[in-house]
Antibody
């Protein structure tokens, strides 16, 4: 079955960077785009961007441009999301997801809590 | 960027009653609109895609309607497991995608 397994919780200081991994299994990794979604505590879902796992192409939401980098390693079926210049309001759960609502594709990782605190 | 506005923010409903949630887009989406359910501590789950098609395994009490800029999610005869937060997501032809801010359906 399709599974997206994310890396564990992180605690970072303001100004640092965090890199979250998302290991895919149960399907052809290059077949689905991987999206990243952020959810601050008690808040809603925020779409951050996507990665074309076949070509490596990316699209980032304007809010995150300049701070986010999405990459992948096809040899180990893993996608990565790195967020730099962390602030306290970046404290959130970050989800990776293989999404294509147009065809009812909907697979999510378990989420990774990133806490930014001095 | 397309802005998605959901209303109301919170909906208080008694079990067995009907809930009607609204989602409005700042530009026409056609039917490129999905609805998600999220329960505490869980990842979101796809309920409706193409504005009106239920995803696999979603009970028939969930229904979606609308096109263009106005969309509705209806939940008939609310069950205890339906109390959750619901989000609309627009995935129009060109990114970025955007979520609505969510509607919390709570027990009245």
């Amino acid at each position: 079955q399709v599974q997206l397994l994310q890396s564990g919780a992180e605690v970072k200081k303001p100004g640092a960077s965090v890199k979250v991994s998302c290991k895919a299994s149960g399907y052809t990794f290059s077949g689905y785009y991987i999206h990243w979604v952020r959810q601050a505590p008690g808040q809603g879902l925020e779409w951050m961007g996507w990665m074309n796992t076949n070509s490596g192409g990316t699209y980032y939401a304007q809010k995150f441009q300049g701070r986010v980098t999405m990459t992948r390693d096809t040899s180990i079926n893993t996608a990565y999301m790195e967020l730099s210049s962390l602030r306290s309001d970046d404290t959130a759960v970050f989800y990776c997801a293989a999404l294509s609502p147009a065809v009812a594709l909907d697979y999510w990782g378990q989420g990774t809590l990133v806490t930014v605190s001095s | 960027e397309i802005v998605m506005t959901q209303s109301p923010a919170t909906l208080s409903v008694s079990p067995g009653e009907r809930a009607t949630l609204s989602c409005r887009a700042s530009q026409s989406l056609g039917t490129n609109l999905a609805w998600y359910q999220q329960k505490p501590g869980q990842a979101p789950r796809l309920l409706i895609y193409g504005a009106s098609t239920r995803a696999t395994g979603i009970p028939a009490r969930f229904s979606g309607s609308g096109s263009g800029t106005e969309f509705t999610l209806s939940i008939n005869s609310l069950q205890s497991e339906d109390f959750a937060v619901y989000y609309c997501l627009q995935h129009n032809n060109w990114p970025p995608w955007t979520f609505g801010q969510g509607t919390k359906v709570e027990i009245k």
